[in-house]
């Protein structure tokens, strides 16, 4: 297995970059949004969800973003703070600036669906100035979340970041993350999404992700096996592709495949499960234990997650996640 390598001397483990949003989850559930009075506020957009389960998980976490300056900014850091993450490095954008929010409907456990409101949010506002080589060099691995490319100059911002995680031997995750409400188009999705995936350690995303890098047009009818060669010709070591309830194949770039099932749930919602899925993969990867083992407890904390309301506060511990396992079985195909 080809092994990533995490310098134990770094005091930080894991960054998160980009997005740091509000979810408003409906309460009245199985019903359209249309019909849909309350909804309960969580912190959220992906690399704020993913970083949140790692500091659940008890790594040594931080976030490099902008907040809006206003009182749901304050809510985003504050929760950041009571989790243990590390929020010197976020930024209260000084622009008038608003928090992105993403209104979740839940018409049944497999009709869920997204609506964000995206205008003039503070994440995309993160510039190039912000990123500090100083804490990056301090830090094990960072997280880049697609979406954080979408404009200027958090694009920017995005490759500034990745110039030091490269020059300082930190470990890249790539999450495709698609969101198409901040893209002009598809093209320009695939043009930068690309430019990442290059030079990236570990790149994962749902199958029509991935299709979009390749020009597909988000088809869902790309091949796995050529879809981890293009990426393997480049940087990375491992390619994950998520496939929902059918699991996920990783790919390691010394020809290994691993078919990782999924664990039984009472799923009241699918959304949250690609990032509490890459929460508990990356803290196995991190741990030094095997793909399969890595996949495993990643599966396991979906499944807690997809049976819940929310998806950061949901995110569980590591003996949480266990019990899954231990209850029914290793899972493993
Ligand atoms: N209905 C389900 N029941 C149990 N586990 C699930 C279910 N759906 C997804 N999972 C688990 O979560 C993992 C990631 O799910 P998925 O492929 O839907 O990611 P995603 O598309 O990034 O999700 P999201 O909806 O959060 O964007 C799967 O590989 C599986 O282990
Ligand atoms: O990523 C977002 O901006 C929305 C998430 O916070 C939401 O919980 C979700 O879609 C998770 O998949």
């Not at 819940?308 to 899972?331: L, N």
Request: glycine share 10%; with cysteine; charged share 25%.
């Amino acid at each position: 297995m080809p092994m990533l390598t995490f310098d134990v001397t770094r005091p930080i483990d894991f960054i998160g970059v980009g997005r740091l949003c509000i979810d408003l989850n409906a309460n009245e559930i199985h019903r359209p949004m249309e019909e849909t009075r309350t909804f309960t506020k969580y912190v959220g957009g992906s690399p704020a969800n993913i970083t949140i389960a790692l500091a659940r998980l008890g790594l040594k976490t931080g976030f490099i973003g902008r907040v809006a300056n206003d009182q749901h900014g304050r809510f985003i850091v504050n929760y950041l703070e009571e989790r243990g993450i590390d929020t010197s490095n976020v930024i209260t954008d000084p622009s008038g600036s608003v928090t992105g929010l993403a209104f979740t409907e839940i018409k049944s456990p497999t009709e869920c669906s997204i609506l964000m409101y995206r205008d003039n949010v503070a994440d995309l506002k993160l510039e190039p100035g912000d990123v500090s080589e100083e804490y990056i060099r301090r830090s094990k691995s960072i997280l880049i979340s697609g979406t954080a490319l979408a404009r200027s100059p958090s694009r920017e911002a995005v490759f500034v970041a990745l110039e030091y995680a490269r020059k300082h031997n930190v470990v890249v995750f790539f999450d495709i993350d698609y969101r198409p409400w901040t893209w002009t188009s598809e093209a320009e999705t695939g043009v930068y999404c690309r430019l990442v995936a290059e030079k990236s350690d570990v790149i994962l995303g749902g199958r029509e992700e991935f299709d979009l890098l390749e020009d597909l047009h988000g088809t869902g009818q790309g091949n796995d096996r050529e879809t981890a060669d293009m990426w393997f010709a480049h940087r990375a070591k491992i390619v994950l592709v998520k496939h929902g309830g059918d699991g996920s194949t990783a790919f390691t770039s010394d020809g290994q495949i691993y078919k990782g099932t999924t664990f039984p749930a009472n799923v009241v919602k699918t959304f949250g499960a690609g990032d509490s899925f890459a929460g508990g993969f990356i803290y196995g990867l991190m741990n030094g234990w095997s793909i399969a083992r890595s996949q495993q407890f990643g599966a396991a904390s979906a499944s807690i997650v997809v049976s819940s309301h929310s998806s950061s506060e949901a995110m569980p511990t590591a003996d949480e996640i266990q019990a899954v396992i231990d209850k029914y079985g290793q899972r493993e195909s």
